[in-house]
């Protein structure tokens, strides 16, 4: 027993000191460190404890130090946080080969649903970046607008029928916003028309709810799939299943073999995905690209998939939560600076009155204001508050002498540099002119909202086009009444900054002009 006992002991001490070495990795290196990382999850214990979101507990290490860059341990594994805006550039554009993959879980081979854009690396990244760059042109976009309109419309019923004839109510516009982006995603990628304003309870709208499920292990899990993804790569490979990526590949099924069943072709992305597994490509000429592909003696040719559905399942995750908070969050500030709001209106109804009481593709685009004020909301509130990627080579440090090793996962707090500072003077303060040529107050440098360099999000301009228009349809159509400075508090869960007790403003209907 004593032997057993001593052995125990032993082999505790042994762990101690193993663990202890492992955590002074950066020390021994002569790296400015963060000093606390509790062992075993490092810098993200509260990530753990479910006090805070992957975001936030990294923006936390971004306070607490002022060097460019700094040590930090994510969960056991030895990371880099990159704080400087110019270095944070230098990793994602000019010196992008060191640093081309995310670093994030992908098993191509074993699990192809998780070969999204986003996750790819290398070669795969690249030749997939090449082929989907052509679904999102302008021409693209302009031949979706009719069906982001349309779904706009029917937010603008739901919320008619919602408020009261005389007077404000309280609506959550995250969670209206949200049922309008996963409308559109669902229309655009799939041409399906789920309504999720009159159908609440319909596929798309179950998968956000089986996504934000808070638990310890779903917090630890996707740290892992972000952080250490060779344990991910394991578990999956052990039999654990993506819920989510199941019900999306049920879902491409059945629209797929619809289509190919009855003929149909559709104006949207997966019609582009198909012709993509199909022929290689996607035709830039719009003409030719909505049409359906068929061997010589007639048949409809065979698809991937899972291919498919991996690109779908990326656009939806992302799409849905940007678009929307975008959107909301834009509304939510405006209504705490009047003569902002007042602005914003103007300019809409003034478009409105050049346009026959229309928006289009064309005259969105024009709104400068409207520019303005989206662009600060992203700055305030990035859509993904932290970018990685994974050192792929040995990197050393421009002006310094130390070297980042390969396969050493890189952050970057996009959420801590767009409120530093040091780049945007008076950063708590919503402030939209900060971007205009006449008063240009703010740090180009640091403004990266959608990433930088070669795997900026491609999907961006789908993005903002929807939320502007979703903004255009809310002032065309209601007040927006004034409210006190507030600030919004954020989930515990998951990496993005989603709003705890939704985005929460007081709205009312607009009397006709000619009434």
């Known amino acids: 027993m004593f032997s057993l006992i001593l052995l125990a002991l032993s082999l505790l001490t042994l762990a101690w000191f193993y663990l202890k070495n492992h ?68 990793v994602l554009a000019q010196d992008f080969a060191s640093f081309h993959d995310r670093g994030v879980y992908v098993d191509e081979d074993k699990d192809p649903l998780s070969a999204s854009i986003f996750a790819l690396r290398g070669q795969s990244w ?153 022929t290689g490509k996607v035709e830039e000429n719009d003409e030719k690209c909505f049409s359906l592909q068929k061997t010589p003696d007639g048949h409809i040719k065979s698809i991937s998939l899972e291919t498919i559905t991996a690109q779908a399942f990326i656009f939806y995750i992302a799409g849905q939560e940007t678009t929307g908070s975008t959107a909301a969050i834009t509304i939510f500030e405006l209504a705490q600076y009047p003569e902002l709001l007042q602005r914003l209106q103007t300019e809409v109804d003034e478009t409105l009155a050049k346009n026959g009481g229309q928006i289009t593709y064309d005259a969105l685009q024009k709104m400068e204001f409207l520019e303005l004020c989206v662009q600060e909301t992203m700055r305030k509130y990035p859509g993904l508050p932290i970018l990685n990627r994974e050192c792929t080579q040995d990197y050393t440090v421009p002006d310094t002498n130390h070297v980042i090793p390969k396969g050493t996962p890189v952050v970057i707090s996009l959420y801590g540099i767009h409120r530093d500072a040091e780049y945007f003077p008076d950063p708590e303060k919503y402030d939209p002119d900060r971007f205009s040529e006449e008063s240009r107050n703010y740090d180009s440098t640091g403004f990266m909202p959608f990433g930088e360099g070669p795997r900026i999000c491609i999907a961006q301009r789908m993005g903002r086009v929807n939320s502007k228009l979703a903004i255009v349809k809310i002032l065309q159509n209601f007040n927006v009444e004034v409210m006190s400075k507030r600030d919004l508090e954020y989930e515990n869960s998951g990496i993005a900054l989603i709003p705890k007790h939704g985005v929460r403003v007081r709205l009312s209907k607009r009397v006709p002009k000619s009434a």
């Open 23 to 90: 955590y002074e990795f950066w020390e021994r290196r002569g790296f400015p460190v963060e000093k606390g990382s509790g062992i075993p999850f490092g810098c993200l214990d509260s990530v753990w404890r479910r006090e805070k979101n992957m975001g936030l507990a990294i923006h936390d290490i971004y306070l607490k130090s002022k060097e460019r860059f700094v040590g930090i341990y994510l969960l056991f594994r030895p990371g880099v946080l990159v704080r400087d805006a110019a270095l944070a550039r230098r």
């Open 126 to 278: 690249r030749s997939m970046r090449h082929m989907l760059s052509p679904c999102f042109t302008s021409g693209k976009l302009k031949a979706m607008f009719p069906t982001s309109e349309d779904i706009g419309d029917k937010m603008v019923a739901h919320l008619q029928k919602k408020l009261p004839e005389q007077g404000y109510s309280e609506v959550d516009l995250k969670a209206v916003m949200q049922n309008y982006a996963i409308d559109i995603i669902a229309s655009t990628i799939f041409g399906l028309d789920v309504n999720s304003f009159e159908n609440p309870d319909n596929k798309f709208r179950n998968l956000v709810t089986i996504t934000r499920r808070n638990t310890r292990f779903n917090a630890l899990f996707g740290m892992m799939i972000f952080l250490v993804p060779s344990i991910a790569k394991t578990m999956f490979r052990m039999g654990l299943k993506n819920p989510v990526g199941l019900a999306m590949l049920e879902i491409v099924k059945e629209t797929v073999e619809y289509r190919e069943k009855h003929g149909i072709v559709r104006k949207d992305l997966l019609q582009l995905l198909i012709q993509l597994r199909n």
